[in-house]
């Protein structure tokens, strides 16, 4: 019963700061890495942030220096810090659990579970 549940999202305006959080729970949460993937108004999905089961932190361009990934595992939660938000940054924030899928010629990321997201809105 893998359950991810997010929580954090408002309204800010341009400038502000705003920090996601995401409850896991159903699945060993220490050894899983997990990302932030946000869906804007009418467009697709735009992969956000990624941490490993050991806290090495990856960004996508639009958000690097700006926005900061971590976790808690003594509390299955995984955070999105979120510093200099701009009306571009106005999505749903969906949480994710990363699976890596191997084959002979080598891996790629699966992601099984997602949370129901939360809206997150920067205007002025």
């Known amino acids: 019963q893998v359950q991810l549940v997010e929580s954090g999202g408002g309204l800010v305006q341009p400038g502000g700061s705003l920090r996601l959080s995401c409850a896991a729970s159903g699945f060993t949460f220490s050894s899983s890495a997990m990302s932030w993937v946000r869906q804007a108004p009418g467009k697709g999905l735009d992969w956000v942030s990624n941490i490993s089961g050991g806290g090495s932190t990856y960004y996508g361009d639009s958000v690097k220096g700006r926005f900061t990934i971590s976790r808690n595992n003594a509390k299955n939660t995984v955070y999105l810090q979120r510093n200099r938000l701009k009306p571009e940054d106005t999505a749903v924030y969906y949480c994710?659990?990363?699976?890596?899928?191997?084959?002979?010629?080598?891996?790629?990321?699966?992601?099984?579970?997602w949370g129901q997201g939360t809206q997150g809105t920067v205007s002025s």
């Open positions: 994710a659990k990363v699976d890596y899928v191997y084959s002979a010629f080598g891996y790629y990321k699966s992601y099984p579970y």
